[in-house]
């Protein structure tokens, strides 16, 4: 088997999917993105395939990967490991689809049955998080997760500490004990303001506190981890098992949140969570992203046996018709019962993507961008 072709397509609400051809007719897809970065990673990616991939073997996954990644002096950083991860995706639905498998399979079988999943609640008012709450609540979710704040300066009044207490007591009086909460600092409060606001969250029982500082300052968290009994959880922004080595070395992290459409695929995302189930820490992937990316975190989901509880960023409950119903033709085959996605039992990555909806909608101008924030007095605040 040889890899003849590929297409990429920017689609909303902010995606880029990723089509490999091969010479005997099967396909595979894949998720590469830097939401916000879809053009810059677009180039990565065309960069890879014309000056290595294009003619080679699909099936020598691990080969390609190690070429992709040493086969460059700069290596590493979000939009190279993105690429690189887009592509590790669509090889492995190349593979599963030959042998008419799942991907777990392939990896070496499932350890679960179901895959525990939680949900984003917007809404920057206390009462519009409680309402999306109790939503998510009556949809059956066992979990969700929260914004902790908006922007904040390096450190606050008392008043920012008790708003964030504040939103966090509400959302457990609407869910009392029956939801776990995942609190999201998102790195927006600093080292010094973490070490006040987590002791803080203590009586709430959150089931984590994701980013409690930035991925710059990682160094911290072991200080931040004495301070409190609350699990820390990060790795959404680190992309390589090189990024998280110091992480693991220097202790005090409970989870990890690598994104497999930004910690170099299926295969960097196996590697990562045998790391960390050697230091007893367990593993919730990252995957704010589209119905390609869930499905590949989902395979790895089923397989690895330190997954804690997985992230997904559309709806996959009964509801109005989401953003990723567009691209599949049955999205029913993220089934979803009691708080719990079933395995994708299908071959490959377990979707069957309608390129024809892909490239009608890949025709719409897009342009989507995180905002720029600003603190009162005009600085740029996280975002």
């Known amino acids: 088997m040889e890899i003849t072709g590929y297409e990429l397509f920017e689609v909303p609400p902010r995606w880029l999917f990723l089509k ?34 294009l003619g080679k ?12 990644y040493r086969g460059c002096f700069y290596r590493g ?14 090889l492995w639905d190349i593979k599963g689809k030959h042998f008419d498998i799942p991907v777990y399979e392939l990896l070496g079988g499932r350890t679960r049955d179901r895959i525990r999943v939680y949900q984003w609640i917007g809404g920057d008012r206390v009462s519009e998080i409680g309402t999306e709450a109790k939503q998510l609540l009556e949809a059956g979710y066992t979990a969700l997760k929260m914004d902790a704040s908006n922007q904040l300066r390096h450190l606050e009044p008392p008043r920012a500490i008790t708003d964030i207490v504040d939103r966090v007591r509400h959302v457990r009086s609407v869910v009392g004990d029956e939801m776990d909460i995942v609190v999201d600092f998102r790195g927006r409060i600093s080292k010094s303001l973490a070490k006040r606001v ?16 930035l991925p710059e300052n990682l160094e ?4 931040l981890a004495g301070r409190t009994d609350v699990p820390l959880a990060t790795g959404e922004r680190l992309y390589s098992r090189w990024d998280f080595k110091p992480l693991f070395k220097r202790g005090g992290i409970d989870v990890i949140q690598p994104d497999v459409s930004h910690a170099g695929g299926i295969s960097e995302l196996v590697r990562l969570a045998a790391m960390a189930e050697t230091h007893d820490i367990a593993v919730a992937p990252n995957c704010p992203l589209g119905p390609i990316a869930l499905a590949a975190s989902l395979q790895v989901s089923t397989y690895i046996p330190n997954l804690l509880i997985q992230d997904h960023g559309f709806d ?11 691209y599949l033709h049955d999205a029913s085959v993220f089934e979803f019962t009691d708080g719990y996605l079933s395995p994708l039992d299908g071959p490959g990555l377990g979707v069957d993507i309608d390129e024809s909806a892909v490239r009608n909608r890949s025709r719409q101008d897009l342009d989507w961008s995180n905002p720029i924030w600003r603190h009162e007095d005009g600085s740029i605040a996280e975002w």
């Open 77 to 90: 950083g979000p939009v190279l490991m993105s690429a690189i991860a887009g592509i590790d995706q669509a």
């Open 316 to 326: 996959i409950y009964p509801a109005p018709k989401s953003a990723a119903d567009h």
């Open 198 to 213: 987590i002791p803080a969250l203590e009586p709430f029982d959150p089931l984590f506190v994701e980013e409690p500082v």
């Open 220 to 223: 911290y968290i072991p200080e």
């Open 20 to 53: 490999l051809e091969t010479d005997t007719g099967l396909v595979g897809w894949g998720e590469p993105i830097v939401e916000g970065r879809a053009q810059t990673v677009r180039t990565a990616v065309e960069e890879i395939l014309t000056s290595y991939l």
């Open 57 to 68: 073997d699909p099936h020598n996954i691990e080969d390609h990967w190690q070429a992709m």
